[in-house]
């Protein structure tokens, strides 16, 4: 599913005819949220997974403070990495339920 959004988005990309940086920074934050993500899948690491979790709550803040000032383009754009930041979410959530049982 993570795939199929980055599939999504890279399409809206490739096919968008204005300008999309206003969604750089969020694109940046769920860039980092996926690398500390599969950092802590391999290493498991209770610190990183409550980093982890302040990440998903900036993205999220920085994704509706944002979304407002959005183009209809941006703002499509913008969803396909909030729903990759979900997913993340819902996978580290599976991680660390395995780390438990």
Not at 3 to 30: C, M, N, P, R, W
Not at 54 to 79: G, W
């Amino acid at each position: 599913m993570i795939g199929d959004e980055f599939k999504y988005a890279g399409k809206h990309l490739a096919t968008s005819q204005k300008s999309v940086k206003d969604t750089l920074l969020l694109i940046e934050g769920v860039k980092e949220h996926f690398e500390m993500y599969y950092g802590f899948f391999y290493k498991f690491d209770r610190e990183q997974t409550i980093n982890f979790g302040r990440k998903d709550f900036e993205i999220y803040s920085k994704h509706f403070e944002i979304k407002k000032n959005l183009s209809e383009e941006s703002k499509s754009i913008a969803h396909h990495f909030m729903m990759i930041s979900k997913f993340l979410l819902a996978l580290a959530e599976i991680r660390i339920e395995m780390e438990f049982s």
